[in-house]
């Protein structure tokens, strides 16, 4: 069989990475990657977020491939290693929230207005896993938005703007009648 006939593989090892060889890499990889994501996060579906989001990371990263370190195949099944990792922490995470991380210490409601801790307590268990997980962060682990940024991944100021939606929701939900 002729070589121009064949399936185009990846580019050569020690090729630099460009915008062009590094749709032949998707290609020749992305089944493989996928069955490997899919393998540690059990889900076909997240397994697809977590493969797009490899990817994406690795045409960011185009610059960072340094063929001295390993073939081009091994530097994205390490990126979607780390990026399976991440999904997997965040389910971690977003499980124990699921909990209600207020809950896990019950306060006595001891203080100068029990009616009203009571009322913050409901709110918070009324909040998406997502909202909680920021307002906990933001008041019972006392991040910054800086911090709270480095936690889930973001920009501090994507992180001040999911901060501040909580809140406003927090804030609804206090308010709203019983």
């Known amino acids: 069989m002729p070589l121009a006939a064949a399936e ?3 580019p050569p090892a020690a090729a630099p990475l460009t915008a062009a060889t590094f749709e032949a890499l998707y290609r020749a990889t992305v089944d493989d990657v ?5 393998a540690l996060v059990r889900d076909r579906g997240v397994a697809e977020d977590v493969v797009a989001a490899a990817f994406e990371r690795a ?11 390993g073939s081009q195949r091994q530097w994205l099944f390490g990126i979607a ?20 991380p207020a809950g896990a210490a019950p306060v006595a409601d001891e203080g100068p207005d029990p009616v009203r801790r ?11 896993p997502r909202d909680r997980e920021l307002v906990a962060l933001k008041f019972f682990a006392g991040l910054d938005n800086a911090e709270i940024a480095g936690v889930l991944g973001i920009s501090p100021s994507n992180a001040g703007t999911r901060l501040h939606r909580a809140v406003h929701r927090l804030r609804e939900a206090c308010h709203a009648p019983s």
Do not use: Q
Request: net charge positive; charged share 30%; no cysteine.
């Open 34 to 38: 996928f069955a490997y994501v899919a």
């Open 8 to 10: 185009p593989g990846p």
């Open 81 to 100: 290693r780390h990026a399976a990792l991440d999904e997997l922490r965040r389910r971690r995470r977003t499980a124990a929230l699921a909990a209600d």
């Open 118 to 128: 009571a009322t913050v307590r409901a709110a918070l268990a009324g909040l998406e």
């Open 59 to 69: 045409y960011r990263r185009l610059r960072s491939y340094d063929p001295a370190r």
